[in-house]
Nanobody
Framework: QVQLEESGGGLVQAGGSLRLSCAAS????????MGWFRQAPGKEREFVAA????????NYADSVKGRFTISRDNAKNTVYLQMNSLKPEDTAVYHC????????????WGQGTQVTVSS
């Protein structure tokens, strides 16, 4: 049974930082590309960042470039999202997701962790 469990969300003031973690189990982690997505109230889910199976080729949504950093530790089956210079518009539920390295769509999703940025 595949599980993706996010942690690290919380309430932070604008300009602050948070580090999200996503621990994966039940899948060969090093063969999966990983991504972070977010969904704000009343809005559709949007892409935030993604990383290939070896930790290279990170890509980011324009809205978070220069502020967020995605990374992974394959020995720990964990992907991270370091979020700096947070803005109120970053408030959302953040989900991690996993896709086979050759696939176009994500196979597995976590339940999400809430990030709230106050102004």
């Amino acid at each position: 049974q595949v599980q993706l469990e996010e942690s690290g969300g919380g309430l932070v003031q604008a300009g602050g930082s948070l580090r999200l973690s996503c621990a994966a189990s039940g899948l060969p982690f090093s063969t999966y590309a990983m991504g972070w997505f977010r969904q704000a109230p009343g809005k559709e889910r949007e892409f935030v960042a993604a990383l290939n199976r070896s930790g290279g080729s990170p890509n980011y949504a324009d809205s978070v470039k220069g502020r967020f950093t995605i990374s992974r530790d394959n020995a720990k089956n964990t992907v991270y999202l370091q979020m700096n210079s947070l803005k109120p518009e970053d408030t959302a539920v953040y989900h991690c997701a996993a896709r086979k390295w050759w696939a176009m769509s994500y196979d597995y999703w976590g339940q999400g962790t809430q990030v709230t940025v106050s102004s």
